[in-house]
């Protein structure tokens, strides 16, 4: 068997709604695209084996863990990371504002996966419940919060009651 | 993680992959990805070049023929099985397996085709499509050929494919009138790694049993099929003790467990009767597949 070679391949990508083009090793993962040559920080590199979810994005609008996709692959299609998430304008969307009001994260290394996997939840029209969230984010780990606020943060962005997390306060113009 | 250096290469048609796979040294079949692109993290294993098959809309169609026999892409994703409606009428078990798989992620990207064609023991597919009675299409330099569900699981990690093929298709046959097929497993938690599998059909006319497939996974040389217990629970009534007869002839099979970080050869030995039983209990309630 000869020694394989490394190939370089030219890839265009539309990027969070902007066409990237670039030159990639045949053996470059996804993930190591986005953050090294475009510099898109959203996926994070939490496992590198495909268990964390902390580079989840969405490509060609489905739910995807970028480190188990070669970045050759992606050649041609659309990718979204969090950094889509926000309105243009750099405010946060129900989604964000529901994670910081419910206090959805703590070291905040997984929250851009969770973001992406919990948008993907609530577009897909399935029924909200705790059970469905907790099942909805099975591939995004979080080694901080426990879940229990993100589960509510992702549950009250579906419009649902949820008590406030410890120690929140009511702000109450005077 | 880096991988090492491989080709990346994308046909336009199975008949490119084919020609790829036949011709270049060390070639292999790139479908998910969602086992090979870790194992080539790890240095599991060393081809020189991938043969991209996802994007072929040839490899990724579900079609029910009017004898009600369901053909399934070999590049089909879990997503797009446990979405078809098509797949949920004709064959609900798959589609069921297909939406309990790992997570959302996976499923998007994971196919049928791979998950068959790694054959790892703890994979679910393979003993729920021996116990359908599937039948593989596969593409080669040669040609077509057909290869049932018995004869396509070859051993662990190991099927009938040959140099250059290309699984191409599943087949799945229709259950005959008053079969019925439960799958039953015991999972380190939901939809997770396996530590038994058992899947068991009964063909039943009249009130009898007159044929039986029951086949465990997560044992050495997955799937493997229960020619005894097969044969113990046929003529049996089927309203009988069709558990209790399962239970004793399960004690006289040949079957070989493994031991990991989940639990030892003997639990896992144990377990997979247990979900045997559980599963013919289901199917005594007439739980549905």
Same mark, same amino acid.
């Given at each position: 068997?000869?020694?394989?070679?490394?190939?370089?391949?030219?890839?265009?990508?539309?990027?969070?709604?902007? %066409?990237?083009?670039?030159?990639?090793?045949?053996?470059? %993962?996804?993930?190591?695209?986005?953050?090294?040559? %475009?510099?898109?920080?959203?996926?994070?590199?939490?496992?590198?084996?495909?268990?964390?979810?902390?580079?989840?994005?969405?490509?060609?609008?489905?739910?995807?863990?970028?480190?188990?996709?070669?970045?050759?692959?992606?050649?041609?299609?659309?990718?979204?990371?969090?950094?889509?998430?926000?309105?243009?304008?750099?405010?946060?969307?129900?989604?964000?504002?529901?994670?910081?009001?419910?206090?959805?994260?703590?070291?905040?290394?997984?929250?851009?996966?969770?973001?992406?996997?919990?948008?993907?939840?609530?577009?897909?029209?399935?029924?909200?419940?705790?059970?469905?969230?907790?099942?909805?984010?099975?591939?995004?780990?979080?080694?901080?919060?426990?879940?229990?606020?993100?589960?509510?943060?992702?549950?009250?962005?579906?419009?649902?009651?949820?008590?406030?997390?410890?120690?929140?306060?009511?702000?109450?113009?005077? | 993680?880096?991988?090492?250096?491989?080709?990346?290469?994308?046909?336009?048609?199975?008949?490119?992959?084919?020609?790829?796979?036949?011709?270049?040294?060390?070639?292999?079949?790139?479908?998910?990805?969602?086992?090979?692109?870790?194992?080539?993290?790890?240095?599991?294993?060393?081809?020189?070049?991938?043969?991209? =098959?996802?994007?072929?809309?040839?490899?990724?169609? =579900?079609?029910?023929?009017?004898?009600?026999?369901?053909?399934?892409?070999? *590049?089909?994703?879990?997503?797009?099985?446990?979405?078809?409606?098509?797949?949920?009428?004709?064959?609900?078990?798959?589609?069921?397996?297909?939406?309990?798989?790992?997570?959302?992620?996976?499923?998007?990207?994971?196919?049928?085709?791979?998950?068959?064609?790694?054959?790892?023991?703890?994979?679910?597919?393979?003993?729920?499509?021996?116990?359908?009675?599937?039948?593989?299409?596969?593409?080669?330099?040669?040609?077509?050929?057909? =290869?049932?569900?018995?004869?396509?699981?070859?051993?662990?990690?190991?099927?009938?494919?040959?140099?250059?093929?290309?699984?191409?298709?599943?087949?799945?046959?229709?259950?005959?009138?008053?079969?019925?097929?439960?799958?039953?497993?015991?999972?380190?938690?939901?939809?997770?790694? *396996?530590?038994?599998?058992?899947?068991?059909?009964?063909?039943?006319?009249?009130?009898?049993?007159?044929?039986?497939?029951?086949?465990?996974?997560?044992?050495?040389?997955?799937?493997?099929?229960?020619?005894?217990?097969?044969?113990?629970?046929?003529?049996?009534?089927?309203?009988?003790?069709?558990?209790?007869?399962?239970?004793?002839?399960?004690?006289?099979?040949? =079957?070989?467990?493994?031991?990991?970080?989940?639990?030892?050869?003997?639990?896992?030995?144990?377990?997979?009767?247990?979900?045997?039983?559980?599963?013919?209990?289901?199917?005594?309630?007439?739980?549905?597949?």
């Amino acid at each position: 068997m000869t020694q394989p070679q490394d190939e370089m391949l030219p890839i265009s990508v539309t990027v969070d709604g902007r %066409l990237e083009t670039g030159q990639v090793s045949s053996r470059t %993962l996804l993930v190591h695209w986005l953050r090294d040559d %475009l510099d898109k920080r959203g996926p994070k590199i939490g496992c590198d084996t495909g268990n964390c979810g902390a580079c989840t994005i969405r490509w060609d609008g489905l739910l995807v863990k970028s480190c188990m996709v070669l970045a050759a692959q992606a050649d041609d299609t659309r990718v979204e990371t969090a950094a889509s998430l926000a309105h243009d304008d750099g405010s946060l969307n129900d989604l964000q504002a529901c994670f910081k009001e419910h206090h959805g994260l703590q070291c905040g290394y997984c929250t851009s996966g969770m973001l992406m996997t919990a948008t993907d939840l609530l577009e897909s029209g399935e029924e909200i419940t705790e059970h469905s969230v907790r099942r909805g984010l099975k591939g995004n780990i979080c080694r901080c919060t426990g879940y229990e606020n993100i589960v509510r943060a992702v549950r009250a962005a579906a419009g649902h009651d949820v008590e406030k997390p410890h120690g929140a306060a009511e702000e109450v113009a005077s | 993680m880096i991988l090492p250096p491989l080709r990346y290469l994308r046909p336009g048609s199975v008949g490119d992959a084919v020609h790829w796979l036949t011709h270049i040294d060390g070639a292999i079949v790139l479908a998910g990805g969602q086992t090979l692109v870790n194992a080539l993290k790890l240095d599991l294993v060393a081809p020189t070049a991938l043969v991209d =098959i996802h994007r072929l809309d040839e490899l990724r169609s =579900i079609a029910v023929s009017p004898d009600r026999t369901l053909t399934i892409g070999a *590049a089909t994703t879990y997503a797009a099985l446990a979405a078809s409606t098509d797949v949920r009428l004709t064959a609900p078990s798959v589609a069921s397996m297909a939406a309990g798989l790992v997570d959302r992620q996976v499923r998007n990207r994971g196919t049928i085709g791979g998950n068959v064609c790694l054959n790892d023991p703890t994979n679910n597919f393979p003993p729920l499509l021996v116990a359908l009675g599937a039948r593989f299409t596969v593409l080669g330099p040669e040609g077509t050929r057909t =290869i049932d569900a018995d004869d396509f699981f070859v051993g662990t990690m190991t099927t009938a494919l040959g140099n250059g093929e290309l699984l191409v298709s599943i087949e799945i046959p229709p259950l005959p009138r008053g079969a019925r097929l439960v799958h039953r497993h015991l999972q380190v938690g939901a939809d997770s790694w *396996a530590m038994a599998r058992a899947v068991v059909r009964i063909d039943d006319d009249n009130g009898v049993v007159v044929a039986s497939r029951v086949v465990v996974g997560a044992v050495l040389g997955s799937p493997q099929r229960l020619r005894l217990v097969e044969r113990a629970l046929v003529g049996l009534p089927t309203g009988g003790d069709l558990d209790g007869a399962a239970a004793e002839a399960f004690d006289r099979e040949s =079957i070989e467990t493994v031991g990991d970080v989940h639990c030892s050869a003997d639990y896992r030995r144990q377990m997979s009767k247990v979900q045997l039983r559980r599963a013919l209990r289901d199917l005594a309630k007439g739980t549905p597949s």
